[in-house]
Protein backbone atom coordinates (compact mmCIF):
# COMPACT_ATOMS: atom_id res chain seq x y z
CA UNK A 1 0.00 0.00 0.00
CA UNK A 2 1.01 3.86 -1.19
CA UNK A 3 -0.13 6.40 0.82
CA UNK A 4 -0.04 10.24 -0.85
CA UNK A 5 -1.23 12.80 0.83
CA UNK A 6 -1.24 16.23 -0.85
CA UNK A 7 -1.03 19.96 0.57
CA UNK A 8 -0.75 23.41 -0.59
CA UNK A 9 -3.96 24.15 -2.32
CA UNK A 10 -5.25 27.57 -1.71
CA UNK A 11 -6.91 30.51 -3.60
CA UNK A 12 -4.96 32.77 -5.32
CA UNK A 13 -5.82 35.61 -7.93
CA UNK A 14 -4.99 35.11 -11.97
CA UNK A 15 -1.30 35.47 -12.48
CA UNK A 16 -0.42 34.50 -8.71
CA UNK A 17 1.48 31.15 -7.88
CA UNK A 18 1.30 28.24 -5.48
CA UNK A 19 3.21 24.88 -4.94
CA UNK A 20 1.76 21.86 -4.15
CA UNK A 21 3.49 19.03 -2.69
CA UNK A 22 2.90 15.29 -2.23
CA UNK A 23 4.31 13.23 0.29
CA UNK A 24 4.28 9.61 -0.66
CA UNK A 25 4.28 7.07 1.99
CA UNK A 26 4.63 2.97 2.80
CA UNK A 27 5.64 0.51 0.05
CA UNK A 28 6.71 2.79 -2.33
CA UNK A 29 9.55 1.67 -4.81
CA UNK A 30 12.32 4.34 -6.65
CA UNK A 31 11.56 3.78 -10.12
CA UNK A 32 7.68 4.66 -10.40
CA UNK A 33 5.88 7.21 -11.84
CA UNK A 34 4.12 9.89 -10.32
CA UNK A 35 1.56 12.58 -11.16
CA UNK A 36 -0.63 15.28 -11.11
CA UNK A 37 -4.27 15.17 -12.19
CA UNK A 38 -7.19 17.67 -11.80
CA UNK A 39 -10.61 17.72 -11.99
CA UNK A 40 -12.73 20.66 -12.26
CA UNK A 41 -16.88 20.04 -11.23
CA UNK A 42 -18.21 18.84 -14.41
CA UNK A 43 -15.41 17.71 -16.43
CA UNK A 44 -13.38 14.64 -16.79
CA UNK A 45 -10.08 14.21 -14.31
CA UNK A 46 -7.20 15.31 -16.74
CA UNK A 47 -3.66 15.06 -16.49
CA UNK A 48 -1.23 17.60 -15.67
CA UNK A 49 2.08 16.31 -15.46
CA UNK A 50 4.21 13.60 -14.51
CA UNK A 51 7.80 12.27 -13.32
CA UNK A 52 9.45 9.77 -13.64
CA UNK A 53 10.79 9.60 -9.68
CA UNK A 54 14.40 7.37 -10.25
CA UNK A 55 15.54 9.30 -13.59
CA UNK A 56 13.36 12.91 -13.14
CA UNK A 57 11.95 13.09 -16.76
CA UNK A 58 8.92 14.82 -17.07
CA UNK A 59 5.70 15.20 -19.06
CA UNK A 60 3.44 18.19 -19.28
CA UNK A 61 0.18 18.80 -20.63
CA UNK A 62 0.06 21.55 -23.27
CA UNK A 63 -2.14 23.58 -21.45
CA UNK A 64 0.36 24.53 -18.76
CA UNK A 65 3.33 23.94 -20.41
CA UNK A 66 5.82 27.00 -19.42
CA UNK A 67 3.80 27.77 -16.13
CA UNK A 68 3.92 24.76 -13.99
CA UNK A 69 7.29 22.76 -13.48
CA UNK A 70 6.76 19.39 -11.79
CA UNK A 71 9.75 18.12 -9.89
CA UNK A 72 10.43 15.42 -6.53
CA UNK A 73 12.80 14.81 -3.73
CA UNK A 74 13.70 11.42 -3.63
CA UNK A 75 14.91 11.51 -0.38
CA UNK A 76 11.87 13.20 1.20
CA UNK A 77 9.79 10.82 -0.78
CA UNK A 78 8.11 14.04 -2.28
CA UNK A 79 6.40 15.42 -5.25
CA UNK A 80 5.95 19.05 -6.02
CA UNK A 81 3.88 20.96 -8.48
CA UNK A 82 5.34 25.06 -8.86
CA UNK A 83 2.42 26.72 -10.60
CA UNK A 84 3.00 30.12 -11.94
CA UNK A 85 0.72 32.71 -14.15
CA UNK A 86 -2.34 31.02 -12.89
CA UNK A 87 -5.43 31.57 -14.43
CA UNK A 88 -9.38 30.91 -13.94
CA UNK A 89 -9.47 28.14 -15.83
CA UNK A 90 -7.11 25.99 -13.83
CA UNK A 91 -9.19 25.64 -10.89
CA UNK A 92 -9.62 22.55 -9.58
CA UNK A 93 -9.08 20.06 -7.39
CA UNK A 94 -5.31 18.58 -7.84
CA UNK A 95 -4.59 15.03 -7.39
CA UNK A 96 -1.26 13.38 -6.95
CA UNK A 97 -1.09 9.95 -7.90
CA UNK A 98 1.53 6.50 -8.16
CA UNK A 99 2.21 4.34 -10.55
CA UNK A 100 4.59 1.86 -12.31
CA UNK A 101 7.06 3.22 -14.62
CA UNK A 102 6.57 4.42 -17.43
CA UNK A 103 7.39 2.06 -20.66
CA UNK A 104 4.85 2.87 -23.79
CA UNK A 105 3.30 6.22 -23.39
CA UNK A 106 0.17 7.38 -21.72
CA UNK A 107 1.63 9.48 -18.44
CA UNK A 108 -1.91 11.40 -18.38
CA UNK A 109 -3.88 7.95 -18.41
CA UNK A 110 -5.15 8.60 -15.01
CA UNK A 111 -5.91 4.13 -15.17
CA UNK A 112 -2.31 3.75 -15.18
CA UNK A 113 -2.02 5.13 -11.64
CA UNK A 114 -3.13 2.81 -8.93
CA UNK A 115 -2.42 4.88 -6.04
CA UNK A 116 -4.47 8.27 -5.51
CA UNK A 117 -4.43 11.29 -2.87
CA UNK A 118 -7.20 12.79 -1.75
CA UNK A 119 -6.74 16.11 -3.34
CA UNK A 120 -6.12 19.36 -2.67
CA UNK A 121 -8.45 22.79 -4.17
CA UNK A 122 -6.66 25.40 -5.93
CA UNK A 123 -8.59 28.68 -7.02
CA UNK A 124 -8.05 30.94 -8.85
CA UNK A 125 -9.81 34.54 -9.52
CA UNK A 126 -9.92 36.53 -12.21
Known amino acids: QVQLVESGGGSVQAGGSLRLSCAASGNTYSWRLMGWFRQAPGKEREGVAA????????YYADSVKGRFTISRDNAANTMYLQMHSLKPEDTAMYYC???????????????????WGQGTQVTVSS
Open 51 to 58: ISFRYGTT
Open 97 to 115: ASGPPLVDGGWNNRRRYNY
